[in-house]
Nanobody, 121 residues
């Protein structure tokens, strides 16, 4: 059983930065593809970024490319999402999700509880 705990959300002004963390337990991080998803009020959940378990390759949605960076620290069993130049449209609940032995983050096996990110002046 994999448990995922997100942290790092909060209120930030447009143009600011936040770093989200996803701490995994119950499985070695090396074998998990970890993805970040977000859901804004009234909108469908969308994939934001993913880092694969196989070769550490990364994926970014077009809306965040060049602004967000995903990384992993296997020693800490933690994946990070560094979010820079935040925009009001980035406001959402952000979830991390894991797929065991995944080369992609489609159809994750486990989800975290989510952390709120609000970008507002």
């Amino acid at each position: 059983q994999v448990q995922l705990v997100e942290s790092g959300g909060g209120l930030v002004q447009p143009g600011g930065s936040l770093r989200l963390s996803c701490a995994a337990s119950g499985f070695i991080l090396d074998y998990l593809a970890i993805g970040w998803f977000r859901q804004a009020p009234g909108k469908e959940r969308e994939g934001v970024s993913c880092i694969s378990s196989s070769d550490g390759s990364t994926y970014y949605a077009d809306s965040v490319k060049g602004r967000f960076t995903i990384s992993r620290d296997n020693a800490k069993n933690t994946v990070y999402l560094q979010m820079n130049r935040l925009k009001p449209e980035d406001t959402a609940v952000y979830y991390c999700a894991a797929r065991v032995y995944g080369s992609s983050c489609e159809n994750p096996d486990y989800w975290g509880q989510g952390t709120q990110v609000t970008v507002s002046s």
